[in-house]
């Protein structure tokens, strides 16, 4: 899977392509309008994750050309302005999401898989991992074929957790996924400890692997190997 | 009131002494020109009169006294040269049956050495009757006055007032989502004037909007942007398997401050938006939904506290208000219902098609009630939070001017939205 980053922040261009380098992506950079423009049309990516200020040009000017080059590149759209505008237009040029800054990255990594998923399967849809099956058009999962009830946090937390495999995820950026802008830290950070424990002895309880592992003081570890 | 009614209304008020004045002027000047033409008659036949007496032969006095009612000849006993003498009398008008005005002219003469007193009188005007008639014709010329004052006004406000109302008809519909309003030429000095410092005026507006607007995005931009590198550094930094527990609470601690901070400047750029009226697109929303999406959020406190959710949803008020905005206030409103609750405590929804009202159980706030809606106010130490949700609800109120009301009650906080 390839993808292309395109922001003008050093620091922050480099934090996303280490992150999702180690995801296993092939990860190309450009940091203002041309020389993301000469990207577009010499190859082709599987996700762009594209900023709207950038020097001499502007990230729609980025997604128009992708465009017009007919691309079916995913678009994800990062930008500091939480703009209801932005997040129209980028809509309506073609792109598939809209990040604010800032954001933690197991959320981009979370959404650049959704996007990628919804591009490569099209009619079904499923996340398969071990023992564990989810359907994600009928939202229901399985573990050895059991089905399991999960309430929708504890459903979102699974796939946020499969999606960001053998990380260690702040409890912060967890909650971030969960609530989005409904943060009430000091509580939500205990419903949060819920939510997990309940998951994590469904799994248990169904024949899974006991996956989700406590990294204290931070947060926790969806442990595969 | 208009202007143009206002000042006709001062002129009718000043006309009024003017015309009485010019009552007074007019029946003096009138009735001392009667009495002058009066004299000049009487003068004229007494000495028509006078002559004839002294022409005739006769010294018959009833002759002269018969002939005429207006005229009495007497004679004087001894010799009397007095000049001539006017007066106003009364006299019984037979014809009328009523007492008249005379006008007299009393004068003596010497006929062959014997003095005559002659008394010539003529009936002259009544004074009530001038009066009248100059009332009346006074009425009539303030009458005319009138129509044609409002004639006037009426074209002046149709002609001359035109460009004045042109320039306050854009002045009403200025709207910084729509492009600068530009005011016409007028050939009248003074609206000359007033479009042009209006034009500078509204330039100046315009751009000092759109500068505020340029330094509010970019204030969050570069504030957003070095978070978002802190972030992202930090979920780089918590893999590293070398850390120990320690630094990892360190980690924790530093996150939660960075959160604060960005949800901090996230709210304060808000504020400032809908203060700066950034938000123009409105739309026809589903209350109900939009609520019942919101209450989703905090399922989790109202579990927590065992707070018993009780929904009344009577209507869907159609109102239009930009969605984020609407999501804002709500959840703000809600989310304060939920933080400062009581463990089995209460929250009551109530929508109808007039207003919105949220109710919670909690302790009373102990006359700190003005405080509620100014930025930064907390008043339970204990839950985190930024003191900060009820005022950007305050200003979503005033921004679509509703009117937002607090009232404790029973152990009851509520919170009432007028939708006006």
């Not at chain 1, 309008?33 to 990230?59: E, L, N, R």
Request: aromatic content about 10%.
């Amino acid at each position: 899977m390839k993808l292309l980053i395109v922001e003008d922040e050093l620091s922050l261009l480099g934090a996303i392509t280490e992150y999702l380098s180690a995801e296993g992506y092939v990860c190309e950079t450009a940091t203002d309008y041309p020389s993301a423009a000469v990207k577009i049309a010499d190859y082709q990516y599987d996700c762009i994750v594209v900023d709207i200020t950038i020097p001499h040009g502007s990230g729609f000017k980025v997604i128009e050309d992708l465009k017009k080059e007919k691309s079916k590149a995913g678009i994800i759209i990062i930008s500091a302005k939480d703009s209801l505008e932005d997040k129209i237009r980028g809509l309506q040029l073609g792109s598939d999401d809209y990040l604010t800054k800032p954001f933690h990255l197991p959320e981009l990594n979370a959404r650049i898989q959704a996007i990628l998923r919804r591009k490569n399967f099209d009619g079904s849809n499923f996340i398969i991992f071990n023992e564990i099956k989810i359907d994600l058009l009928a939202r229901h999962v399985y573990v050895h074929d059991h089905e399991l009830t999960l309430t929708l946090k504890e459903y979102n937390l699974l796939i946020y957790f499969l999606a960001n495999k053998n990380r260690i995820i702040s409890k912060s950026a967890i909650v971030e996924h969960l609530w989005e802008d409904n943060v009430d830290q000091a509580d939500t950070y205990n419903f949060l400890y819920t939510h997990i424990k309940n998951l994590r002895r469904k799994l248990i309880e169904n024949g899974g692997e006991d996956y989700i592992h406590t990294v204290y003081g931070m947060g926790y570890n969806f442990k595969t190997t | 009131m208009k202007l143009l009614n206002k000042s006709t209304l001062y002129f009718i008020i000043f006309l009024v002494p003017v015309f009485v004045v010019s009552w007074f002027v007019l029946f003096g000047l009138v009735s001392r020109q009667i009495n002058d033409n009066a004299d000049e008659s009487l003068l004229a036949q007494k000495k028509i009169i006078i002559k004839n007496f002294i022409d005739t032969d006769s010294t018959e006095l009833h002759f002269f006294n018969d002939a005429d009612d207006d005229v009495k000849i007497t004679s004087l006993s001894g010799s009397a040269a007095s000049a001539d003498l006017f007066s106003n009398t009364m006299a019984f008008d037979s014809t009328e049956m009523e007492l008249v005005p005379f006008r007299q002219l009393k004068s003596t003469f010497i006929k062959d050495g014997k003095s005559f007193e002659i008394i010539v009188t003529r009936s002259t005007f009544k004074g009530d009757e001038l009066a009248e008639s100059i009332s009346l014709a006074l009425v009539i010329m303030f009458g005319l006055m009138l129509i044609s004052v409002i004639i006037i006004n009426r074209f002046i406000s149709g002609r001359l007032f035109n460009p004045f109302y042109q320039t306050l008809e854009k002045l009403h519909h200025i709207s910084f989502d729509e492009s600068e309003p530009s005011f016409n030429q007028s050939s009248t000095r003074e609206f000359d004037e007033l479009n042009k410092a209006l034009q500078q005026m509204t330039h100046k507006m315009f751009s000092d909007y759109n500068n505020q607007k340029q330094f509010t995005e970019n204030a969050s931009h570069e504030l957003q942007t070095p978070l978002a590198v802190i972030k992202t550094r930090m979920d780089m930094l918590i893999q590293d398997k070398n850390l120990s527990e320690k630094s990892m609470e360190q980690i924790q601690e530093i996150e939660k401050s960075v959160n604060k901070l960005s949800h901090l400047n996230k709210s304060l750029v808000l504020l400032s938006k809908i203060e700066n009226r950034q938000f123009e697109d409105s739309r026809d929303i589903d209350l109900r939904v939009m609520l019942d999406k919101i209450l989703l959020a905090f399922e989790d406190d109202v579990a927590d506290k065992n707070i018993v959710v009780q929904k009344e949803y009577n209507a869907s008020p159609s109102i239009k208000i930009n969605p984020l905005l609407a999501e804002i206030l709500f959840r703000n409103l809600i989310q304060n219902s939920a933080r400062h609750n009581v463990k089995h405590g209460i929250i009551k929804i109530k929508l109808t098609e007039q207003y919105f009202s949220i109710s919670n159980s909690g302790e009373s706030m102990k006359g700190n009630e003005e405080k509620l809606f100014e930025r930064f106010t907390k008043f339970n130490p204990s839950v985190e939070s930024l003191g900060l949700g009820l005022s950007i609800a305050k200003q979503i109120c005033v921004y679509y001017h509703f009117d937002i009301r607090y009232q404790y009650l029973d152990g009851m906080h509520t919170f009432r939205v007028y939708f006006s």
